[in-house]
């Protein structure tokens, strides 16, 4: 059952909203999207905003988990 874990439950990761430590979120933002700064800064900048769309459950809860630690509001949103 393990392939339909997989295929199952995709969910997008939605910023609601960066928080205090915003400049821990940029950082993370960029570096679990590998993106530039200034990209990560705007996209941050501009919560609520959707950060990754079609991510496995397991991959969103972790990212969920580790915005929630730096103080950040995120929502998962399942894929219909």
Same mark, same amino acid.
């Given at each position: 059952?393990?392939?339909?874990?997989?295929?199952?439950?995709?969910?997008?990761?939605?910023?609601?909203?960066?928080?205090?430590?915003?400049?821990?979120? #940029?950082?993370?933002?960029?570096?679990?999207?590998? #993106?530039?700064?200034?990209?990560?800064?705007?996209? $941050?900048?501009?919560?609520? $905003?959707? #950060?990754?769309?079609?991510?496995?459950?397991?991959?969103?809860?972790? $990212?969920?988990?580790?915005?929630?630690? #730096?103080?950040?509001? $995120?929502?998962?949103?399942?894929?219909?």
């Amino acid at each position: 059952s393990v392939a339909v874990a997989q295929s199952g439950n995709t969910y997008s990761i939605i910023l609601k909203d960066f928080g205090p430590n915003k400049v821990k979120v #940029i950082k993370y933002v960029k570096e679990y999207l590998q #993106i530039g700064l200034k990209e990560a800064h705007d996209m $941050v900048q501009s919560a609520p $905003v959707t #950060i990754k769309e079609n991510v496995p459950e397991k991959e969103a809860k972790e $990212v969920a988990a580790a915005l929630e630690e #730096i103080e950040a509001k $995120v929502e998962l949103k399942k894929a219909k």
